[in-house]
Nanobody
């Protein structure tokens, strides 16, 4: 079984920063990509950023220049550094990854989500 566990969410004032972490655990052979999605109340879940095993990254236009995605392959951990946060960044942030399990093969996995609230 593979699990993704996010951490680092919280309440921050506009202009502030937060760093989200996502740790993948289990019988992991490899991780093809790790990404972050977010969902605000009444909205669909949207892609925020993704990073491949080769280090290629892609960002939503709304976060370019403010968010930075990275990963530590040795620790099966992904990060989302969020700077210059705006109230519209308020959402539940989910970690997503395509992971090859040692026995079960390749699968798509989601974390439980972490709340990010940007407000005065």
């Amino acid at each position: 079984q593979v699990q993704l566990v996010e951490s680092g969410g919280g309440l921050v004032q506009p202009g502030g920063s937060l760093r989200l972490s996502c740790v993948a655990s289990g019988s992991i052979f490899s991780i093809t990509y790790m990404g972050w999605f977010r969902q605000a109340p009444g909205n669909q879940r949207e892609l925020v950023a993704v990073i491949t095993s080769g280090g290629n990254t892609n960002y939503a236009d709304s976060v370019k220049g403010r968010f930075t995605i990275s990963r530590d392959g040795a620790r099966n951990t992904g990060y989302l550094q969020m700077d210059s946060l705006k109230p519209e960044d308020t959402a539940v942030y989910y970690c997503n990854a395509e992971i090859s399990h040692l026995v079960a093969g390749k699968g798509d996995y989601w974390g439980q989500g972490t709340q990010v609230t940007v407000s005065t």
